[in-house]
């Protein structure tokens, strides 16, 4: 009777475990599917699926003195020589085909990825390049600023410990400022891995051994855009007296340019390999959908093995996801934030209680040193970020129809529905992280200023189309990053040109069509990523200003973390590893 019921239940169990094998592999093959639409293998400059967020590859590189000449991109605006307003062209004749008068681009020009895209990452270190050496202290910092002021900060005192042959401990992030996020480094980054990654560069700790911390620190100011001279001889002569060195700032203390290739691009390693975000942050952007296959099931031997795979294997992220689902989609960083317009001074569009508020804020806020602001001024400078109602005449002049899906890469909009409403009629599908998540979905982000940066910046690296109404510091991350993976459309608004444009509409001297279309086409069409060399300083600067005036590294890590592949056909070594966000 036993050995009856036994061989009843073999019976059973066999083409059940047949079946859930069977659920295991559709669902493999479906998610292997849905993963190599999205990442497919490198192809060429041509078919270039521009999604894809690869890891460090290794190819056969060409020196840059082969390069092409640089004329397809130019330098930015504010780094050009011409400082004042440049000149409109009148009504050039487009190069685009246009539909009607509205302007409308075709669809596969809009959506087209830049020209030369033939530059790969080389970051990886000369031959020359040692392990750390036995380190002669510690060096403790305290980062300043923004989700990517303190990024671009801490790769910098990477490469500082690396200079002066310190063991860095796990930075501290900015709890002090405007932002008041009082978010930890593992809050924010995986800590783990950073640490790991580095471990050929530098020796990163996560806390200063006990011995020393009531031990006497020098809390040291480094100079602004300093170069590795300065690093080498002044800061490290500090060893002869102290153990310990504390960075007060970390923002901007590296100088951009004229440092050893070696420095350089431990910079480009630490910034999008060793600096990735932290699990957290990521799992926010984890989808899973294995509704058919029931815990019952899964709890099978057969197809447990199977199940880990699957688990582990690349999944997309939830909010890019999301917004796939619409189609090609731009990411806006739309800097109309309360912050920022008190920063800078800029009201124009605001009434008058609006303008007094900015002007309280900044009054008050004790390190913006400038007070007094011509907002007129500021604005015809091309200083201040772009209103929602200009984005939605320049989206259009440029030839994005209605129905564009666009992502708000930002905090809260200053006004709210009421600044909001031109954009948002003219652009119906405007999305961001609040309504494409859930509130329980968010929670774990909520009332933490970098965490959620994080997640915007995450889905302005995968945009298809990236443009940021003003040149700060997430724009200038996000711009450096799609450069690094590809160079990557990205269009970047010249706020000088289109401020007169403007201005003649407000005037009624100019009307929207294909006239205005035709000029910002125009103005722009050397502005959407295409590989250039970075800018150096503005002519006419001297000493410190001429320095600040430079572009930042982090902005363009080319020449010194780009190389044009030699050939498209040579064998190439790619080293495999699980693509991360940095």
Partial sequence: MIQRRRRRMVAVDKPRKILVCTVCVIALVGLLTGYVRVFPSPRSSDS??????????????????????????????????????????????SLHKFDGASGNLDSEKLWKLPEDRDFVPCIQPS????????????????TNGDLNQMRTGICDMVAVARIINATLVVPELDKRSFWRDTSNFSDVFDEDHFINALANDVKVV??????????????????SMSSFKYYRDVIGSLWEEYRVIRAAKSDSRLTNNNLPSDIQKLRCRACYEALRFAPQIEAMGKVISLTLISIHFLASSACFSLFNVLIKFP???????????????????????KDMLAYSGCTHGLSNAEAKELETIRDETANWKVKEIDATEQRYRGQCPLTPK??????????????????????EIYGGVTHMADLRSRYPLLMSKENLASVAELEPFTNHSSQMAALDYIVSVESDVFIPSYSGNMAGAVEGHRRFLGHRKTISPDRRGLVHLFGQIEKGLLKEGSKLSNRIIEIHKNLQGSPRRRGGSVPGTKSMESTHSEEAFYTNPLPDCLCQRASQNVNTSIRESNRKFS
């Fill in 315 to 337: 999944i997309l992220q939830l909010l890019v996801e999301r917004m796939r689902s619409y189609g090609h989609f731009i990411a806006l960083h739309l800097r109309y934030e």
């Fill in 206 to 223: 996560k806390k200063l051994p006990k011995e020393l911390s009531s031990g006497t620190k020098i809390v040291k100011h480094f100079k």
């Fill in 390 to 411: 200009e984005v939605g005449i320049f989206l259009n002049a440029l030839g994005f129809p209605s129905e564009t899906p666009i992502y708000i890469a930002a905090g």
């Fill in 127 to 142: 031959s020359n390049y040692t392990t750390p050496d036995k380190t002669r202290g510690y060096l403790l910092v305290r």
């Fill in 48 to 93: 270039s699926d521009p999604h894809k967020l690869p890891t460090q590859h290794e190819f056969n590189y060409q020196k840059l003195s082969a390069e092409k000449k640089w004329t397809e991109e130019v330098a930015p605006p504010y780094l050009s020589k011409q400082q004042s307003s440049p000149h409109l062209p009148k009504a050039p004749v």
